[in-house]
């Protein structure tokens, strides 16, 4: 186990003082159950984690049609009508509860910032107004089909921070929230929702531990400190079938090279107890 610890971190830990049966033992999980090795998603997240990032471009670039776009204001409004096609047809055809929030959870956007040009901010601004132009009342605080996810955890309501659900109509054609938590459809008064704000692109930070269909990940024009390899790994590993990634190619190929340090203390803390 030393010896691992030492290539993956290059901490050069003492030999332990102590046998026990547990020693040297490790388990790699190397299988994953989301997507295929050898599919898109799969061969993008290999080459990410190795942080080859010409191999990323060509395996975006070489797609027909290539899976790599400028981040400009017409290619978001296009991911964004056609990654949410079925959703805006099952709100507008007033399908069932259940089919529209799994239509809605079939994809999302993806953005490495909150706030400015290329950001959850502006595609949350963007999809609204794209909506409102098919006549949708998105200037109201609450409307039909608007998805919204939880912001601080509520325990009374049983909601925390990450959930995600629609307001729609209940039975009575009441408008209230209402979340899909496995087969259980849960639904809450508008008067006692938690904190919380629309979610058409939420931040990569928000999206772990969630699975979509399809995802479209949004870097900024600029490079910045926050892209990193750890990033847009985690951002293609969302999606269950393809990947659409609005980035220019230098800003995409700094942040696959961009390792993120993190200072957790752990090896002072491994130096110190043996």
């Known amino acids: 186990f030393s010896s691992w610890v030492k290539h993956i971190s290059q901490i050069d830990l003492p030999p332990a003082s102590?046998?026990?049966?547990?020693?040297?033992?490790?388990?790699?999980?190397?299988?994953?159950?989301?997507?295929?090795?050898?599919g898109q998603v799969g061969q993008l997240a290999l080459a990410v984690n190795q942080g080859d990032a010409a191999q990323v471009t060509d395996l975006l670039i070489n797609q027909a049609p290539s899976a790599l776009l400028e981040p400009t204001t017409e290619h978001i409004h296009t991911q964004l009508i056609s990654g949410y096609q079925s959703y805006i047809s099952a709100i507008e055809q007033r399908a069932d509860t259940v089919s529209c929030i799994q239509a809605f959870e079939q994809f999302r956007v993806l953005c490495a910032v909150k706030q400015g040009g290329q950001s959850v901010y502006a595609v949350?601004?963007?999809?609204?107004?794209?909506?409102?132009?098919r006549g949708w009342r998105t200037a109201q605080p609450f409307y039909p089909g608007r998805p919204i996810m939880i912001t601080q955890n509520h325990y009374r309501q049983n909601l925390f921070n990450g959930d995600i659900g629609l307001i729609l109509p209940n039975v009575d054609g009441e408008l209230q929230a209402c979340f899909l938590f496995g087969e259980e459809l849960r639904w809450l008064p508008l008067s006692r929702l938690p904190a919380h704000e629309t979610v058409f692109a939420m931040t990569v930070h928000?999206?772990?531990?969630?699975?979509?269909?399809?995802?479209?990940?949004?870097?900024?024009?600029?490079?910045?400190?926050?892209?990193?390899?750890?990033?847009?790994?985690?951002?293609?590993?969302?999606?269950?079938q393809t990947v659409q990634i609005l980035s220019t190619q230098p800003v995409l190929q700094q942040a696959v090279q961009r390792r993120h340090q993190r200072e957790s203390g752990l090896a002072k803390l491994l130096m110190e107890n043996n």
């Open 18 to 38: 102590n046998i026990n049966p547990l020693q040297d033992s490790l388990v790699k999980l190397q299988h994953s159950y989301r997507f295929a090795a050898g």
């Open 124 to 133: 949350n601004q963007m999809m609204m107004n794209l909506l409102a132009k």
């Open 206 to 240: 928000k999206s772990q531990g969630s699975e979509f269909d399809h995802i479209a990940l949004l870097l900024p024009e600029e490079d910045s400190v926050v892209l990193s390899r750890e990033l847009v790994y985690t951002a293609l590993t969302r999606a269950r």
